[in-house]
């Protein structure tokens, strides 16, 4: 194995064979996710047996060959080897044209298709999230936010952005393990204070303030909002910030995280749109009183992650130092998670299609929708990892009380999210180019398009988000691991020593 990627370095050492080896050395055996660039296809491989991910890159859609995005994804792939970024284990192609779905021949003008081979991962953390009755405990929440941190972390130091942090892009396997996936937007990033990226990046519910006020200069903290979104939508059962268009997101902000100024936030009356979006009333910050019935550490953590000012944001090594992570109970063990039928979005969204035109057979007009559930809050220490809840009449323990106006529930088996369709961006803001054709969500293994969809019912009432909107499609993938997150997990009972000694970080063994 190689070692791993030096601080802005590109790893030197290649997989001998990539693109040499045919799509026929793999048994496709179902599709799990579609997206604009293609399809994603579990398989196995034919001589070792093998369980990987084929995901299809697109080429009829291209006027001058190989899509740029995939180019960059899998440049990027090659340079990042960590235990919670997804490997891309190789890339293979067909030699002619192929069949679709219903027998007939793909209309890609080249003749042939390519494929990435990324290593399988069981389910994302949206798939899991959105199991009916079930809810993640508070160490579980833990595990899983202190190995995207690692893996966020190992980004950044590599100077890579992911710019797509979302649930659908944390892919989870049956082991416990968190991966960071989809590429397709990351790219890499200097020190240059010049240099301009594109504003249009990140999925709108977990898109930060900068880039939907038009900023086209900024760096890792873009990321550190995404992670503050997903780690609040854990604690709280449903997203946080479910805004249908640019200017409803900021407002969503603003209203959670108070109204920036020059006080708070330093240079933000510079930014291109904000005269534009600036609200007419002033707002305070909110974080403490809505989410009131957090752990106090959690509230601690979140704050610093959903700061206005990108400048002031926390860093994923320093959220990986909160005190959140070292005070009972303790992150668990990744093995010690229970083990969960597959959930990728694209195969839950067959069953609950399914599950409509059961109902709708057996009880006609009479029960149109399916069965309401609650998106369940974690479940404190000491209780065991539940998969599914008994039912509406069953108690539960340690429920957290809603927010003032906010419903309790959400439909399982109705897509939700905001919904596509044309920018609401003032024209000529956005250096560095525009994807045009990513619309919809997706996650994982998809490179999806873009802007992509959310879930769940608005903390804000009256104003909520249409329910019917279109999902699209999920699951995640990208790169190869080679160096080892030393830090043990703790059990309970109090503070986790730190095995190194010293500062709490000092256990990763690569530079920081």
Not at 235 to 263: R, S
Not at 407 to 412: D, L, R, V
Request: charged content about 20%; proline content about 10%; aromatic content about 8%.
């Amino acid at each position: 194995m190689a070692a791993a990627a030096a601080n802005n370095q590109l790893n030197v050492e290649e997989w001998p064979s990539w693109g040499s080896r045919s799509v026929e050395c793999f048994e496709k055996l179902e599709q799990i996710g579609e997206g604009t660039y293609g399809q994603v296809y579990m398989a196995r491989e034919k001589k070792s047996g093998e369980i990987v991910a084929l995901k299809k890159i697109r080429m009829d859609n291209e006027k001058e060959g190989f899509p740029i995005t995939a180019i960059r994804e899998i440049k990027i792939l090659k340079k990042l080897h960590h235990e919670n970024v997804i490997k891309l284990k190789e890339i293979v192609t067909s030699p002619g044209r192929e069949s679709n779905e219903q027998g007939k021949p793909d209309c890609n003008k080249y003749k042939g298709n390519i494929y990435m081979v990324f290593e399988y991962m069981d389910h994302d953390l949206t798939g899991l999230a959105d199991r009916p009755g079930l809810r993640f405990t508070v160490p579980q929440i833990k595990c899983y936010m202190k190995q995207l941190l690692t893996g966020l972390h190992y980004c950044h130091v590599n100077q890579v952005l992911h710019r797509d942090i979302k649930g659908s892009n944390l892919l989870i396997d049956n082991e416990g393990n968190l991966k960071l996936a989809d590429f397709g937007l990351a790219r890499s990033f200097s020190n240059d204070i010049n240099a301009n990226l594109t504003n249009r990046v990140i999925t709108l519910w977990y898109r930060p303030p900068e880039l939907l006020l038009g900023a086209t200069k900024y760096g890792p903290a873009v990321d550190m909002w995404s992670v503050g979104c997903i780690f609040a939508e854990l604690l709280y059962g449903k997203p946080i910030l479910p805004g249908k268009n640019e200017p409803e997101q900021l407002n969503k902000i603003f209203e959670l995280c108070g109204t920036p100024d020059e006080l708070s936030w330093p240079g933000v009356s510079k930014i291109p749109w904000y005269n534009k979006f600036k609200p007419s009333r002033q707002m305070k910050k909110r974080i403490r009183e809505l989410f009131r019935h957090f752990d106090r550490h959690a509230l601690d953590l979140l704050e610093k992650m959903l700061v206005l000012d990108p400048a002031q944001r926390i860093s994923a090594k320093d959220a990986l130092d909160a005190e959140y992570f070292w005070t009972d109970p303790l992150p668990c063990d990744p093995k010690s998670l229970p083990k969960y039928e597959s959930s990728h979005e694209f195969q839950t969204k067959k069953k609950r299609q399914q599950q409509r035109q059961n109902e709708e057979l057996a009880k006609r007009q009479k029960l149109q929708h399916p069965q309401q559930h609650a998106r369940l809050p974690p479940i404190q220490t000491g209780q065991p990892h539940p998969q599914h809840w008994n039912g509406p009449g069953q108690q539960m323990g340690n429920s957290q009380p809603p927010l003032p106006g906010v419903p309790s529930h959400h439909q399982y088996g109705k897509p939700r999210g905001p919904p596509g369709g044309p920018s609401r961006y003032p024209p000529g803001g956005a250096a560095g180019g525009y994807y045009q054709d990513r619309g919809g969500q997706s996650g994982g293994y998809n490179s999806g398009p873009f802007p992509p969809q959310g879930r769940g019912p608005p903390l804000y009432p009256g104003n909520s988000a249409p329910s019917n909107a279109p999902r699209g499609t999920g699951g995640g993938y990208g790169a190869p691991p080679n160096y080892s997150q030393s830090g043990q997990y703790g059990v309970s009972g109090g503070r986790g020593p730190n095995p190194q000694g010293g500062n709490r970080n000092q256990q990763y063994g690569w530079q920081q």
